[in-house]
């Protein structure tokens, strides 16, 4: 894609939308929100979502994910809590190259996020955004049948299972969102 | 954005989505990219091409693919990968463009790059000990042993420093 907006030193950023709800800012990656995704990816918690990574092979992760959106064009929006400014996870869509077809993620950092409606609202948030901006409108989630707290998010969001499949990084439980509107 | 850098044979560019071949042509070569973490399958090399542009994107600098009559012979530039000891000068050169001087010349480019874009009067690597044709490259391109370090894979590498604003000679 072209790049409308460029850093300090004349690299292209993302041409990407910037998402709003009541409580959250969602806005593409940039160098400051590595500490809370490498802090994530060495805990226990990431046992599910490909962790733990140590800090060198989460970089790795977190520059591949944030050069998605120019090879894509869409990618993973950071989530900021409004109030605080604090990054407490990402979510948006993923699509490596090897990948079947775009996927809806999410990933909320602290267990202090727990229970409030953070990762429904971050995750609601990203599908209508990659709808209307992107077409995007009917993602899957790949989710590993361990992970009963993302599967129970993924059902609130009515997606319904659709069957599993052997991915890269292992077999894993797909799901179908509805299709909404762009 | 980040202009192209041109030299005599080469013009280095920021790497796009025309290069997954590129990348996954080199990777596949258990030989030739052995000091890189492969042999990579199609979809690694994907998410290493991947994370070469987010670099670009995240720290406003990187590697650089370089072309040669139109073609992608390799690439090289300035990492700086969280998690480990400080930056590198990299290169790397399909095994049919090695031997021709290309990794000196395109190293050229980024380091007088580094020193007028960047600012940075010298630029660092390192490498394996057995890793030979880096370390004569290093030391062609004026750059002297600062120290030795364990790098968290455990193994001990010399790192180098290379003056970004003199002229050296081959």
């Not at chain 2, 790098?151 to 970004?164: L, Q």
Request: charged share 25%.
């Amino acid at each position: 894609m072209i790049a409308a907006q460029h850093n300090m030193r004349g690299t292209p950023l993302p041409d990407a939308p910037v998402l709003k709800t009541a409580r959250l800012l969602l806005r593409p990656p940039q160098l400051s929100d590595f500490d809370a995704f490498a802090g994530f990816y060495a805990s226990p918690r990431s046992a599910m979502i490909g962790g733990p990574l140590d800090r060198k092979d989460a970089y790795s992760g977190f520059s591949s994910t944030a050069g998605q959106w120019f090879l894509k064009g869409y990618g993973f929006w950071e989530v900021i809590d409004r109030e605080s400014g604090v990054n407490i996870g990402r979510a948006g869509i993923y699509h490596p190259d090897f990948w079947p077809e775009p996927e809806l993620g999410w990933i909320i950092y602290g267990d202090s996020h727990e229970g409030r409606g953070i990762a429904m609202e971050a995750a609601t948030a990203a599908r209508d955004g990659a709808a209307r901006h992107f077409g995007i409108t009917a993602p899957i989630s790949s989710i590993e049948a361990t992970n009963s707290r993302s599967i129970a998010l993924a059902e609130r969001m009515g997606a319904r299972r659709d069957g599993e499949w052997e991915t890269p990084y292992g077999p894993m439980l797909r799901f179908r969102h509805p299709q909404v509107s762009a | 954005m980040t202009a192209d850098l041109t030299t005599a044979r080469l013009t280095l560019r920021m790497p796009d989505a025309r290069d997954h071949a590129s990348y996954s042509a080199f990777f596949a070569d258990a030989e030739a990219s052995r000091f890189y973490g492969g042999p990579l399958l199609p979809y690694q090399a994907w998410e290493r091409l991947a994370a070469d542009i987010g670099h670009f994107m995240l720290k406003g600098f990187g590697r650089f693919v370089i072309e040669k009559d139109g073609q992608v012979i390799g690439g090289c530039g300035i990492l700086d990968v969280d998690g480990w000891p400080g930056h590198e000068l990299t290169w790397w050169l399909l095994p049919a463009a090695r031997g021709q001087g290309i990794a000196q010349e395109a190293s050229r480019a980024v380091l007088a790059w580094a020193g007028t874009e960047l600012g940075w009067p010298r630029v660092e690597t390192h490498f394996r000990d057995e890793n030979t044709a880096a370390r004569r490259l290093t030391e062609s391109l004026g750059g002297t042993k600062q120290r030795r370090e364990t790098f968290p894979d455990g193994i001990d590498r010399d790192i180098y420093a290379m003056p970004t604003t003199e002229k050296v000679s081959a």
